[in-house]
């Protein structure tokens, strides 16, 4: 079993940035990928940015080029540094994780971007 706790969701107006982070427990092995989806309202849960423990990243196109996934791999840990924030970006953003070919999620945090 694989813990998440994500830290970093709240409110911000549009244009600033915030940062997101994801710190994994339990029992870990081969946690690859880690990343992050978001779901907003009456919407499906969609792909943001996710990197594995090489560093290689799949971003969605909605976010590329304003937001950055980075991990440490010594500590479990995966980050979501989000800038140029627009009110679209309004979600529930989830940490997620990939061990052993079983899917792991956080409990979602809140990201608020007002117009």
């Known amino acids: 079993q694989v813990h998440l706790v994500e830290s970093g969701g709240g409110l911000v107006q549009a244009g600033g940035s915030l940062r997101l982070s994801c710190a994994a427990s339990?029992?870990?092995?081969?946690?690859?990928?880690m990343g992050w989806y978001r779901q907003a309202p009456a919407k499906q849960r969609e792909l943001v940015a996710t990197?594995?423990?090489?560093?290689?990243?799949n971003v969605a196109d909605s976010v590329k080029g304003r937001f950055t996934v980075s991990r440490d791999n010594a500590k479990n840990t995966v980050f979501l540094q989000m800038n140029s924030l627009k009110p679209e970006d309004t979600a529930v953003y989830y940490c997620?994780?990939?061990?052993?070919?079983?899917?792991?999620w956080g409990q979602g945090t809140p990201v608020t971007v007002s117009s």
């Open positions: 997620y994780a990939n061990s052993n070919w079983i899917a792991y």
């Open positions: 990197i594995t423990s090489g560093g290689r990243t």
């Open positions: 339990g029992n870990i092995f081969n946690i690859n990928p």
